[in-house]
């Protein structure tokens, strides 16, 4: 890719996807500010929240609310007006816009109506999070935030439980608590975390403890639960499955009556480890 050490901030008819500051108000590019002063018009998540940050920055610009509860609704209305020749910029009320925040579907229209669309990048909650948080960060997947519902969140756990790389989970504070719970159930007591809260703000802080730990230390302070949380998740380990003597003891009586296959999986199910593990311990030892 060849450099340009021009500084972009001419603006047209297109939908131009503008990241804002996670918590120190710094955290904008210059030429995200340039946008945001040259857009016609600023579609925001949250027009209140995103007016302190365009009065700080002293930008005076028409305000457009598009959020999850409108998004499906109202994006037509900005594609006509960026094909009537406006130039629109989407925001966020913090980051990235489109991570974990409206836009998917007012982009995804853009580009089946053939509008063109922008991407002019800067913070990012999980990647910010991940760059100091000393997990490989090789291969990582971002999940979101995980369901509510605690049959589709231990679902959603136990499916990612093998998983080797580094995972990033937004989680809200009065949720925190029971998602470790979670965690420890599903992928065990010794899974690696860290926390990052509250990142650029004044109290930012990272905190790196075991599953088990890290419940307890939630469960210590009240004060542990309040902020804006990044939960990093460490990949599980070759050892990760190892057998312990509960586990094979709970085979080894389950094979009596039940075919190994089956006795396996039922196994895997109770101590969270992984049926082929067990499978072939039991070929080579029942």
């Known amino acids: 890719m060849s450099e340009n050490n021009q500084l972009n901030n001419e603006v047209s ?39 302190k940050l365009l009065s700080y920055y002293q930008i005076s610009k028409p305000t457009f609310p598009l959020h999850d509860h409108n998004e499906r609704q109202r994006g037509s209305v900005l594609i006509e007006k960026i094909k009537a020749g406006q130039s629109v910029a989407l925001i966020s009320d913090a980051g990235t816009p489109l991570i974990s ?22 913070a990012c909650a999980a990647i910010t999070a991940l760059s100091a948080a000393g997990l490989p960060s090789d291969r990582f997947s971002f999940e979101g935030f995980l369901p509510v ?30 998602t470790v719970k979670h965690i420890i159930n599903i992928m065990g007591e010794e899974r690696k ?28 302070d009240s004060n542990h639960c309040r902020g ?3 939960l990093m998740v460490a990949g599980a380990t070759n050892d990760q499955g190892a057998l312990s003597v509960e586990a094979i003891n709970t085979l080894t009586l ?27 311990w039991g070929l080579e030892n029942l």
């Open 13 to 51: 008819a297109k939908l131009y996807i503008v990241a804002t500051p996670l918590g120190n108000i710094g955290d904008i590019t210059y030429r995200a500010v340039e946008i945001l002063k040259n857009v016609d018009l600023i579609a925001a998540e949250d027009t209140r929240h995103s007016g």
């Open 101 to 122: 925040d409206p836009g998917y579907h007012l982009v995804n229209e853009c580009r089946e109506a053939g509008v063109d669309v922008v991407p002019v990048p800067g």
């Open 149 to 178: 519902k605690e049959k589709a969140k231990t679902e959603k756990l136990t499916a990612l439980s093998e998983e080797t790389q580094t995972m990033i989970f937004y989680e809200s504070p009065r949720r925190m608590q029971d």
């Open 193 to 220: 975390l860290v926390v990052a809260r509250e990142l650029t703000k004044m109290f930012e802080s990272y905190y790196v403890l075991p599953a088990g730990e890290m419940l307890e230390w939630l469960a210590s």
């Open 228 to 230: 804006e949380f990044v």
């Open 254 to 280: 389950l094979k009596k009556e039940l075919p190994l296959k089956k006795a396996a999986a039922i196994t895997a199910e109770i101590h969270h480890l992984k049926k082929n593990d067990l499978y072939k």
